[in-house]
């Protein structure tokens, strides 16, 4: 088989990436391991911006009220107590939500409208290496293409084949994640965020009252979790999530109903995003960690400036990869910085709780911090010689 493009990995930022070729008349494959969705560790929490994209990719109200569940603000809480509540507009007036999306509804539904704009699916089909202008299969088939999407995740066989996967330049760390009935009462739809020394929890309300509990770990946790396993560290970081004004659940007795499910290494970075035929998208072209909840917007992000570049690079444009590239950097240099920024804060928790302090102090500040982590405004915002100062003088 000889198409225009292979999409490897069915996720958002995949699915998304053929659907916009498809419509341009391209042929496009998309090829995914799994035969049908499975509950994985990925991205639940997403900023405001994600919404607005999938209602450009097509998704409708309906669409989005399935799956995405309305999420006004995000309440930070620091080891030593202190604690923000992060809107995303100002103290007044809510501009936007974010969402804690359904994975196992918005997978599915991007596969679906991948089909109906024309892509041929592949589920169930595992790619086993990658080479220019061929993707191999498990058996030996393969599939040519003039151009290779990477979207296969945080150990992309894409990004290997075509040497620019490298490790994060952050400390060794592993995710877990579940979902559990939302035991709050109807109408409590903040998600939380609550640090401990060595990792934090990040609970997000998503649909079908449930949230979904997310739990990074690192140093000594590590050793916690090789020795005792995911079972008994769960329950000793949820039976240490303290009561909150509007939230005074004992989150170790919540029903689980999935299970729980891991993630390492939990960031990747690409040496390059894409090549002679070849391009990465959302986690295979890079991904820090979830604590900015990034995750799906670059995703969605990647996807639209992937399928332009694809477009004009099978126009015999040969300068639209190289170019996918640069825009790639550009439009997310200053979130990586930011997010650097703020993973060095948490590795110092006294210097974290003293921003968490100002913070919870200085509604302006704590305005523009939410803009920016909604990816209402640009991350260069936060990153302001001017801001800093106001951030962080006493």
């Known amino acids: 088989m000889t198409v225009d493009a292979v999409v490897v990995g069915g996720g958002p930022a995949g699915a998304l990436t053929a659907a916009l070729l498809a419509r341009r008349g391209r042929r496009v494959v998309l090829v995914d391991r799994s035969p049908a969705y499975r509950w994985r560790a990925c991205g639940v929490f997403a900023s405001p911006a994600a919404v607005d994209m999938l209602r450009r990719a097509g998704l409708d109200e309906a669409d989005i009220a399935r799956i995405a569940r309305p999420i006004p603000a995000m309440r930070v809480e620091t080891a030593a107590g202190t604690s923000f509540r992060l809107t995303y507009g100002d103290d007044g007036q809510l501009i936007a939500s974010a969402v804690g999306f359904d994975r196992s509804a918005l997978d599915p539904l991007l596969v679906d409208l991948a089909a109906a704009s024309g892509v041929l699916i592949r589920l169930g089909e595992t790619v086993t290496s990658v080479e220019e202008g061929r993707v191999m299969l498990t058996g030996g088939a393969s599939i040519r293409a003039a151009i290779i999407v990477g979207a296969d995740g945080l150990r992309s066989v894409v990004a290997r084949s075509f040497g620019v996967a490298r490790p994060a330049r952050l400390a060794p760390r592993v995710g877990l994640t579940f979902h559990c009935t939302d035991p709050r009462p109807e109408g409590r739809n903040d998600a939380r965020i609550v640090l401990f020394d060595g990792g934090y929890v990040g609970l997000a ?69 894409a090549g002679r035929g070849w391009l990465l998208v959302g986690d295979a072209a890079g991904f820090l960690d979830p604590f900015t909840g990034e995750g799906l917007h670059r995703a969605l992000a990647s996807a639209s400036l992937a399928a332009a570049a694809v477009n004009r690079a099978l126009d015999e444009d040969a300068a639209a990869l190289a170019a996918y590239d640069r825009a790639m950097t550009a439009r997310f240099r200053s979130k990586d910085v930011l997010s650097l920024v703020v993973h060095a804060f948490l590795a110092r928790p006294a210097l974290f709780d003293h921003a968490a302090r100002r913070l919870a102090a200085r509604g302006r500040v704590r305005e523009t911090m939410g803009l920016v982590m909604g990816d209402l405004v640009p991350a260069s915002r936060a990153l302001d010689p001017r801001y800093v100062a106001a951030l962080l003088r006493p």
Request: aromatic share 2%; proline share 12%.
């Open 205 to 273: 309300p998503v649909p079908g009252r449930r949230v979904n509990v997310g739990i990074v770990l690192g140093g000594p946790w590590l050793e916690r979790l090789r020795r005792e396993g995911a079972e008994t560290t769960v329950a000793a970081v949820l039976g240490a999530i303290p009561p909150a004004p509007n939230d005074p659940v004992d989150w170790s007795t919540a029903h689980r109903c999935d299970t729980i499910e891991g993630a390492s290494p939990l960031g990747v970075r690409a040496e390059r995003r």
